[in-house]
Each structure stands twice: as C-alpha cells, then as structure tokens.
C-alpha cells in the first residue's frame, strides 16, 4: 500500500529546521535533568517503600500529605490513581530511601500507623481497638480467641471456631474491594456474639493498605546500574551491527540518532517531572530498536539508490531514498502510535510511564530516522570531499540472476 506516490520533499534542504528543533528539545531536557527536576526516579532505582493505599471514599490528598507532615514523615511523594474503577479512590505513598536497607521494613507500619492517627475517623481516640479494614487473618482469629465472645472457652474447637469466623469476614472484606463499609453489614457472615464484639471493640479506619513494595538502597543502585548498561550496550551491539552490513559511518549516524531519541525521551520525563521505572527502562530499549529499524530502511534505500545513479549528487540521492519510504514509514509509525497513544489514554496510571515513553519515543524516532540520521551521512561526506579525501559509502551490489 502507497499513501504517497511521486514525493519530492527537499528533506536536506530543511535540515537547519530540523538543527533547530533537535537542539530545543535537547537543550530543554539536559537544562531540566541538571537544575530543575533533575532525573525523577522510581523507588526501582532509588529504594524506598511504595505503599498503595485504598479509601472508602474520594481520598482528600492534601490531607493525607498534611498527616504525613504531622508525623514527621520526610519526602514523602503522594499520587492518586485514575482511570480504571477497580483503582478509583487509590493513592500510592512513597517514602524516601532509609539509612539502612531494616528500616525500610518499617515503611508500612509508619503509613499505616499515620493514617489511623491522623486520618481515620476518631484518630488517636481509637487507641486499643482493632481496626477492623487493616487487620490480618491471623492476627483477627488471635483477638476474636482472646475476647471469646461466645465463651466457648481455650479448646482448639473454640480455636478453630474464631479462625473461621476470621476467614468469613477477611473473606467478605476481599469480595468488597478490601473495605468493610459497616460492621453492621457482617450480621449475615458472622455470629451475633461476634457482631457485638465487633462493635464495641472494633471500628473502621475507611482505609486500607492493598500492597506495599520495599527496595533496598543496594538494590535500587544496582538495578540503576544495570539499566544504564542496558541501554549502552544495545547502542554497542547496533553500532558494530551497522558497521558490518554497511559502513561506519552508517553505524555511527544511526546510533547518534538513537542516542538523539533516547536524551530527548528522558527530558521529556524531567520536564513533565515524571519518574523512571523498570518499565520505562524496558520503553527505552524497545524505542532503541524500533527507531534504529526504521532508520535501516532509510539506509538500505540509500544504498541501493547509490548503485542505480552514482554519478547524482548525494543529497538528491539522499531525499529520494526518504521520500521512496515515505509511505512505509508513515503507515508503520502511524499506525504504532495510534497504538501506543491508545495505551496512554486507556491504560491506566500503572502503565503511564510506559506508554509516555512509547509516545514521545515514536515520534522523535521517526523523526530522527529522516531529519537526523540521514542528514549525518551527507554532512560526512561533504566534509571528506572539503578534505579531498574519496567517499565511503558504498553501493548495494547487484542481484544475481
């Protein structure tokens, strides 16, 4: 399929436009990665304790962050999540990196710990009972043992009893979002002696902690480490890729393209002040491949141009190879981006990081494949013809019959 047939775009004529643009962009990002929001890191690569947490009703996010401050809690970073229902009224609370790799243990406890004081209904008044949205099984099988509403006594019949009254009532609070609306909602899961048990020695914090991750320090540096060399070595391997199946010149311009999508795609998320995960690490490395694709089909048409018409001035040869790809170079980045720009908008917070790399990345890798690329091959060869030295791109070799 061909969307453009006899294309002459002076795309060389344009460079100094292009110049321009890459030089914005780029000078934006490294001015934001050096003395605005720097590079924001995820606790992937920080370390820290990521607590998600769900409320039973819209969650006042300047009064969870005025709890945090309460408590002395330093650098604490607060994100509401949207999109999806299953993720409505859910923020993430992330801590900063600890001293030591134990102390991070006590993340949950010390958000857990702040929401009950200064965000649950009653706050510190409700000191001694059980919260009733955060306890575990064994932990509520344990108290109901201890209170022994039914005066059943220390047998491991009344044991057994109170566990599975415990498993009846974690169970109805996991099948309703992991929040008891009322106790009085349990009067057909539990006995009445329970029930009133619970009432009088139970309440409802209107919150609970769904998950929580903790990465070390060590760890986070080291999985910082190993992205970073990730991401070199894949530049590494396409460089001497290039470099055989064509020439040097074509390995270098392309990975100095890639390199140009990559800086550009992390300013973009200092500048937008968004964090880096594991995830967008994984982003980077398919953009790597997919823009270093599309600028080898650019090149393979250049060099097969270059055996048809030897005697054309390379920068003619050059624009006709991009506009001969034109067609499939809008179709397959169109396409792709449609795709990714879908996994933005409907994907949810979890996958925004993601998809925000995936999004910028298509964009400035197409572009790079005709404005930056392209351009290097014939700026290097004008500078070797000024130094009176022979060109050094070769031509495809004719097929065989």
Request: aromatic letters at 8%; zero cysteines.
């Amino acid at each position: 399929m061909e969307l453009f047939r006899d294309v002459k775009i002076d795309w060389l004529g344009k460079k100094w436009y292009f110049l321009g643009f890459s030089l914005i962009f780029s000078v934006a990002g490294v001015l934001s990665l050096l003395f605005w929001n720097g590079l924001p890191q995820d606790v992937d690569f920080r370390g820290g304790t990521v607590v998600r947490v769900k409320f039973d009703q819209s969650p006042n996010i300047d009064h969870i962050r005025a709890a945090a401050d309460k408590a002395g809690l330093k650098d604490v970073r607060i994100q509401a999540i949207s999109g999806s229902q299953a993720a409505s009224n859910e923020v993430i609370i992330s801590l900063a990196q600890s001293a030591s790799e134990s102390s991070l243990d006590q993340g949950r406890a010390t958000i857990l710990q702040t929401l009950e004081t200064n965000y649950a209904p009653n706050g510190g008044a409700n000191g001694g009972r059980l919260d009733l949205d955060n306890v575990g099984q064994g932990t509520l099988a344990n108290w109901l043992a201890q209170k022994d509403p039914e005066h059943l006594g220390s047998s491991d019949a009344a044991q057994q009893h109170y566990a599975q009254q415990a498993e009846a009532i974690f169970n109805y609070r996991n099948a309703h979002g992991g929040l008891v609306s009322s106790i009085d909602n349990l009067s057909g899961v539990v006995t009445p002696a329970v029930l009133a048990e619970l009432k009088q020695d139970a309440y409802l914090s209107g919150f609970t902690i769904r998950n929580a991750e903790i990465v070390g320090p060590q760890v986070g540096a080291q999985l910082k480490k190993q992205a970073l060399l990730a991401t070199l070595y894949s530049l590494a391997g396409m460089l001497v890729y290039l470099w055989f199946r064509f020439e040097l010149i074509y390995g270098v311009a392309a990975v100095v393209a890639v390199f140009h999508d990559t800086l550009i795609t992390v300013g973009a998320f200092s500048l937008a002040n968004k964090e880096i995960s594991l995830t967008v690490i994984a982003a980077i490395l398919t953009l790597v491949g997919y823009s270093m694709n599309d600028t080898i089909v650019v090149f393979d048409r250049i060099r097969e141009n270059l055996r048809l018409t030897r005697r054309e001035p390379l920068a003619d040869i050059v624009n006709r190879s991009i506009n001969q790809t034109l067609s499939r170079t809008v179709l397959t980045s169109g396409l792709t981006f449609l795709t990714v720009l879908s996994l933005y908008v409907f994907g949810g917070e979890v996958l925004h990081g993601f998809s925000f790399a995936l999004v910028v990345g298509i964009l400035i890798g197409t572009y790079s494949s005709i404005a930056v690329a392209a351009p290097m091959l014939v700026a290097y060869q004008e500078w070797r013809q000024g130094r009176g030295k022979a060109a050094v791109l070769p031509a495809a070799k004719k097929a065989r019959a």
